[in-house]
């Protein structure tokens, strides 16, 4: 039923349909960024597709395997037909530049903290966004965590706990990096602030 839906955006959009494959019953279809907007409603609209609900809203980080580097990835079902699909579009160069995308708030309101998420562990910029800020680190953090080229050592700046009831302490010296992966070189026995 959803090979349907990549029949119909095939016809309707032509070019801007960079390719299409259907996988394990994940039927998806890549998408010119430009037109990223115009799809959505699209799918939300037309009524033989009918992609009532906004599903989730993700990025890819594929850094030296291709350009554009970044992917974002789109989830959506239908209701009414019982059919689901998966859109991604290619955006931004090597170096992290040209990371944005239209926003889909206007036409999903769900979209909304997904799209925040993605921005704050990847940095994709969600142009007409109403909110975009980080809703998962703190406002002071510098770069974006789910990036392949974000170091795992990396020390942040050091901010002053705030002060919010029913606060649980901060993370004890072997916590925050489990699997062995602890890069932080601290003296034995003592505690840092």
Same mark, same amino acid.
């Given at each position: 039923m959803s090979k349907r839906v990549l029949e119909i955006l095939k016809s309707r959009f032509g070019a801007d349909i960079y390719e299409t494959h259907s996988q394990f019953g994940?039927? /998806?279809?890549?998408?010119? $960024?430009?037109?990223? %907007?115009?799809?959505?409603?699209?799918?939300?609209?037309?009524?033989?597709? =009918?992609?009532?609900m906004f599903v989730d809203l993700t990025a890819?980080?594929? %850094?030296?395997?291709? /350009?554009?580097?970044?992917?974002?990835v789109l989830h959506l079902h239908s209701f009414e037909r019982n059919?689901?699909?998966? %859109?991604? =579009?290619?955006?931004?160069?090597?170096?992290?530049?040209?990371?944005?995308?239209?926003?889909?708030?206007?036409?999903?309101?769900g979209a909304n903290w997904f799209e925040r998420e993605c921005f704050d562990m990847f940095g994709v910029h969600f142009k007409g966004h109403?909110?975009?800020?980080?809703?998962?680190?703190? $406002?002071?953090?510098?770069?974006? $965590?789910?990036?392949?080229?974000?170091?795992a050592d990396k020390i942040q700046p050091l901010v002053e706990l705030r002060n919010v009831p029913d606060k649980l302490p901060p993370f004890g010296l072997?916590?925050?990096?489990?699997?062995?992966?602890? /890069?932080?070189?601290? $003296?034995?026995?003592?505690e840092t602030n």
């Open positions: 994940d039927d /998806t279809a890549v998408v010119n $960024p430009e037109k990223w %907007l115009e799809i959505a409603k699209f799918l939300r609209d037309d009524p033989q597709c =009918a992609m009532n890819v980080d594929w %850094l030296g395997r291709q /350009t554009p580097r970044f992917e974002v059919h689901r699909i998966r %859109l991604k =579009a290619r955006i931004g160069d090597d170096d992290a530049n040209g990371v944005e995308i239209d926003s889909l708030v206007s036409v999903w309101i109403p909110d975009l800020r980080r809703i998962l680190m703190y $406002p002071e953090f510098v770069g974006y $965590p789910l990036r392949k080229d974000y170091p072997d916590e925050g990096m489990p699997f062995g992966r602890q /890069t932080h070189d601290y $003296p034995r026995g003592e």
